[in-house]
């Protein structure tokens, strides 16, 4: 029976915070930074990050709030004067709306090919609620996950929540998941993501997942569950009405014989630190699901090797497992919380020399570019040559996982296109031999950036990209 002073989830947006009690605790700049931005990317937030997660003592460099609320500095400065007076103007809409669109198209909406090239087809009609970018594993996008308890501000999948309907990932039902896995046997991993498919209550997430666990399916082993909630929202398996048939439904899926993995998105040990977070972690895995830690390294917000060996130890007593540690991808305010390749791999090795062995599952930094995930295994001189050593862990050429390879030092590279292939080489080895040279000093506008990417790999006459 839950208590009257259970707290109740409420969403704010950039309409309704001024509702909050925490909105008196900001300064009128702040307040206007909230407005402004909001209306280039999604804001959302709810009690318990605003009450339990953010110390308002430290704002705006508490992590928690870096993590949650839109910063001036997330739009260049010109953009931000020109859209702020335009908003001031009632007789303007139609210029900041105009203004408000550019901004976005500018921030590189659909990174690493998800719309041009990671989308499956069935005989021959594309299944946009789904992406097939790895052999083993397919993304599938339940349209009533399209949303968060709480939206990140470095989101890669941003477009979801801000009307760009063009740059959309929904499915409503999963009949043509379940007649595409049966036409491709060598799936054994389904990706459940979103948004956050635990938005859902329990029955609708079990409508999707119980298709899934067909004998006809068998070759599904494992289901995997992307989240936030465990952070933003933990009531979620431990409060909220319906806890329980949300357990029920985890149970069901591990019965079934395939492993439930919940892909937990934890950016701060912050998140994991509060008792009901802890508790959280516990309920799941005594459904006999696992819990894996999962997230970016961002400037601004967890750029502190200690906080991040915190988050792997306390993830490792609990019983998680720390499963990834990311380069924040090219998109969205990127410039605002990008970090030169250099210093992400010097944060992560200075982390991971903390921790026992038990939490040296991590693997990092690494990168979601658009041929597949590249790890920086370190900084070296081999001949004479300061370079970047690397590695695909997962790659749409499944031939070149774990092949090591290797790109020239580059102290201000931020991302896998920065980079230049090392000792002399004119590309790298899952380049075709037609790419041209890669030139490190030039300045390539946003909007090109995927078609780059797909001509780096042979593809770009399945690409069309405005000019």
């Known amino acids: 029976m839950l208590n009257d002073d259970v707290l109740k989830f409420k969403p704010y947006t950039r309409q309704t915070i001024r509702q909050a009690p925490e909105w008196s605790k900001l300064t009128p700049d702040q307040q206007e930074a909230i407005d402004v931005v909001g209306r280039v990317l999604p804001f959302r937030v709810n009690p318990y990050v605003l009450s339990e997660l953010i110390d308002w003592d430290r704002v705006p460099d508490d992590p928690i709030y870096r993590l949650t609320f839109p910063h001036r500095e997330m739009l260049a400065d010109a953009e931000y004067a020109q859209l702020r007076d335009l908003i001031a103007d009632d007789t303007k809409k139609d ?21 041009t090239h990671n989308v499956p087809y069935l005989d021959g009609v594309p299944l946009p609620g789904m992406q097939h970018k790895y052999r083993e594993t397919v993304l599938f996008f339940p349209s009533a996950g399209q949303s968060c308890h709480a939206y990140c501000t470095f989101c890669f999948r941003w477009p979801q929540f801000v009307g760009m309907d063009e740059f959309k990932f929904d499915a409503r039902e999963t009949s043509q998941l379940v007649e595409y896995l049966k036409r491709n046997r060598e799936v054994t991993d389904v990706l459940i993501t979103g948004g956050d498919p635990l938005v859902m209550n329990a029955r609708s997430l079990a409508e999707y997942l119980t298709p899934l666990l067909s004998t006809e399916l068998a070759h599904i082993q494992n289901i995997r569950i992307g989240t936030k909630s465990v952070a933003y929202w933990p009531q979620r398996f431990v409060s909220d ?10 149970e069901s899926v591990v019965a079934s014989g395939r492993n439930l993995a919940i892909m937990g998105h934890y950016n701060h040990p912050n ?3 509060p008792a009901i977070a ?3 972690v516990r309920r799941i895995i005594g459904t006999g699901a696992t819990v894996r830690l999962q997230a970016p390294l961002i400037r601004h917000i967890n750029t502190d090797p200690d906080a991040w060996a915190r988050l792997w130890t306390l993830g490792v007593k609990l019983g998680a497992v720390p499963y990834y540690m990311f380069v924040e991808r090219d998109t969205g305010p990127s410039d605002y919380f990008k970090l030169p390749l250099a210093d992400a791999y010097d944060i992560f090795q200075r982390a991971y020399r903390q921790v026992s062995g038990l939490a040296r599952t991590v693997r990092g ?9 590249v790890a920086i295994d370190g900084i070296v001189e081999i001949g004479g040559e300061k370079v970047f050593a690397l590695q695909f862990l997962q790659a749409r050429n499944p031939e070149w996982v774990r092949r090591p390879f290797y790109a020239k030092f580059d102290q201000h590279a931020t991302w896998l296109d920065d980079l230049v292939p090392a000792f002399g080489a004119t590309r790298f080895f899952f380049e ?22 797909a001509r780096n790999i042979g593809l770009a006459d399945r690409l069309e990209v405005a000019q």
């Not at 009405?241 to 985890?250: I, S």
């Not at 930094?365 to 995930?373: L, N, R, T």
């Open 365 to 373: 930094p690494s990168m979601s570019a658009f041929p597949g995930k």
């Open 432 to 453: 075709p031999d037609d790419t041209p040279a890669r030139d490190t000093r030039r300045v390539i506008p946003l909007h090109a950036h995927t078609a780059r990417q």
């Open 271 to 273: 998140e994991l630190e």
């Open 241 to 250: 009405k319906d806890a329980d048939d949300l357990l029920r439904v985890f």
């Open 278 to 280: 802890q508790q959280a």
């Open 95 to 115: 210029q900041a709306e105009r203004l408000i669109h550019t901004i976005r198209l500018r921030m590189n909406p659909h990174p690493a090919g998800q719309l």
